[in-house]
């Protein structure tokens, strides 16, 4: 295990590529705003390589980049901790996502619920983005990224 305070330029490069899979995976929350406000599509022009990778995947193939991210990242305690903090904690957002895909899901057998299914939407959206952008600038600094909650859970599963 590394030293939890020395990270190096590279480190803080693979710190912040985790982010990448809540960040995709919370496109499908932002349909909202983005069909209200066009031009925030330009704002996904360099992840277009990504989610193109990302997306041939299929359902499968993005389970098994979660898990293998969790089992060779995660628990690999050859690796520095400041990339397993950051990988176990975009993992938590992404798991943070998925429960508030059932929860939508759920919600949109209510009946007249359309402008609250599209405000809770662009609010997960929106908290998502902000977290991974927080997280992702944190990373560059070489700081953890502390988000409440999440980041304790993660100062637990990850030593």
């Not at 990302?54 to 898990?67: E, K, N, P, T």
């Not at 939508?104 to 662009?122: Q, V």
């Not at 908290?127 to 700081?143: D, E, H, N, P, T």
Request: charged letters at 10%; proline letters at 5%.
């Amino acid at each position: 295990m590394s030293w939890r305070g020395s990270t190096t330029f590279p480190d803080r490069i693979f710190a912040c590529l985790p982010y990448l899979l809540p960040l995709i995976d919370s496109l499908g929350f932002g349909s909202f705003l983005f069909r209200q406000f066009p031009l925030l599509k330009l704002l996904l022009i360099p992840l277009q390589p990504v989610l193109i990778v990302y997306g041939s995947l299929g359902q499968i193939g993005q389970l098994i980049a979660f898990f293998a991210l969790f089992m060779l990242v995660v628990r690999n305690e050859k690796i520095n901790h400041f990339i397993r903090f950051n990988t176990m904690q975009a993992i938590l957002l992404d798991i943070v996502i998925f429960l508030c895909s059932v929860l939508l899901r759920i919600l949109t057998s209510i009946p007249g619920t359309d402008f609250a299914m599209e405000t809770l939407a662009n609010t997960i959206f929106l908290g998502i983005l902000a977290a991974v952008v927080y997280s992702v600038f944190q990373s560059l600094m070489g700081k953890y990224a502390e988000i409440p909650t999440i980041s304790d859970a993660v100062h637990m599963q990850v030593r």
